[in-house]
């Protein structure tokens, strides 16, 4: 499946060096990282995926083997691989399977808030099923989208993102493929058992929130079985969604990283 694509590079030619990729988390979309493309695009080549389900790309069943295979479908298309993948959350699950099933086309994985195993987002499952049973107004503004929510979601941060994901006006829709996603959270939340002797040895770096309980030592030993250069980094005072909250120091480890590599 080919995805929805916002690429930014810098005015002059590139200069050869790998491409940066962001991959977004559950019920986000490529614009989510656009302070950080902005940024690093002034001197490398960006792209910013809608992963399947999301944004405007297009909607069907969903694993990470399948969300792996779109990026490098999508990828390829743009003649954008060995790219350096940065994936937050379901993103980072998503990257990591990339890195583990196509390592060529890897240059180099930064991971945010997430680990290689079963868990993290798990919350999301009633948070989904509860949005499927919300019956659509006919029609829905921005401030009846927030009140249309809240029962859901009480969370106002959370309700802003989900309104994102909504056409408003008359006869308003979701963008996002919601049924598709809740028949996929199972898998979603999970994580695919690896094969022995399956790893990626380019260079790898996660980044945890200090206040996120998604990456906990005993993912380390997966992480290590599995990528077996990485490093781990934490901003502290950050939660789950780390380049919201601490977005300079987000950039500033992401700017290091990809200049390292």
Known sequence: MLLNVIERGPEGPADGRPPVVFLHGLFGRGRNFGFFQRSLSETRRTL??????????????????????????????????????????????????LA???????????????????????????????LVKLAMPATLDLSGANTWLEPVIRDRSVRDLMIQNLQLGDHPRWRIGLNEIRDALDAIVGWPVMPAGTEYDGPTLFVAGGDSKYIQPKNYPEMRRLFPHYRLEVIEGAGHWLHAQKPREFLAITTQFVNSV
């Open 48 to 97: 910013a995926l809608d992963l399947r389900n999301h944004g405007d790309s297009p909607h069907g069943p969903m694993d990470y083997p399948t969300l792996a295979a779109d990026v490098r479908e999508t990828l390829a298309a743009h003649n954008a691989l060995p790219a350096i993948i940065i994936g937050h959350s379901m993103g980072g699950k998503t990257a990591m399977m």
């Open 100 to 130: 583990l099933t196509a390592p060529a086309d890897v240059h180099a994985l930064m991971v945010a808030d997430i680990a290689p195993g079963e868990g993290g987002l798990a919350h999301t499952q009633d948070l989904t099923g509860g």
